[in-house]
Structures are given as structure tokens and as C-alpha cells.
Nanobody
């Protein structure tokens, strides 16, 4: 099964930016739809952004629309999530995973949750 690995998190001030990366071992990610999820303390894990495996169609949750951009570089077998104009409420652990369909109801399939990467937005 697919095992995704996240990186790129860190501590930034409100309004700052980060770029998260998602890759996988033993597989080529371009075949799969990939979603980014985040776990905010005290809340359920939520899907925030995704990209389809074939058409390149993307989706962003209303809470991040206009601020987050998902992209992929198949040559590097990597999916990126560019986080701009970060807010304190964006703080959480961010995960990537293969998903069934790119959209608001994205659901992880086949793979396992990784360790995630911590994003902390604080002044």
C-alpha cells in the first residue's frame, strides 16, 4: 500500500508562508489523487486541499481558498502545498494521503497516515 511522507512544516508569523511536500516510497504518486488534511487540536481531521491523479483538477476548502495552492511535480514524485497568508487558525498537523476522489468529501484510501508535519502560526 501507499505510504506518504510529509515535510516542510515549521513556525511562522501570521501572514507568513510555508511550502509543504508530500512524497511516497515504493510507488509513483502521479497515478493517485492526493489530498492534504490537517488536524487542529480539539477538532477532527479535515481535508483542506487535493489534486486529482489524471486531470490535475484541484479543490480547496473554503477556509483556505485563495491562500493555499496544491501542485505536483511528477518528475520528483512529489505533491506540494503552498501555504500563504497564514492565520493562527491554520495551526495544526498536516497530513497527505491517497484519496478516492478529489473534492469536499475526500477520503483516504489504500495507504496509511504518516507522522504529518507541524505547522504553527504564532506572533
Amino acid at each position: 500500500q501507499v505510504r506518504t511522507v510529509e515535510s516542510g512544516g515549521g513556525l511562522v508569523q501570521p501572514g507568513g508562508s510555508l511550502r509543504l511536500s508530500c512524497t511516497a516510497s515504493a510507488t509513483t504518486l502521479d497515478y493517485y489523487a492526493i489530498g492534504w488534511f490537517r488536524q487542529v487540536p480539539g477538532k477532527e481531521r479535515e481535508g483542506v486541499s487535493c489534486i486529482s491523479g489524471s486531470s490535475g483538477r484541484t479543490y480547496n476548502a473554503d477556509s483556505v481558498k485563495g491562500r493555499f495552492t496544491i501542485s505536483r511535480d511528477n518528475a520528483k514524485n512529489t505533491v506540494y502545498l503552498q501555504l500563504n497568508s497564514l492565520k493562527t487558525e491554520d495551526t495544526g498537523v498536516y497530513y497527505c494521503a491517497t484519496i478516492d476522489e478529489c473534492g469536499a468529501t475526500m477520503v483516504r484510501i489504500w495507504g496509511y497516515w504518516g507522522q504529518g508535519t507541524q505547522v504553527t502560526v504564532s506572533s
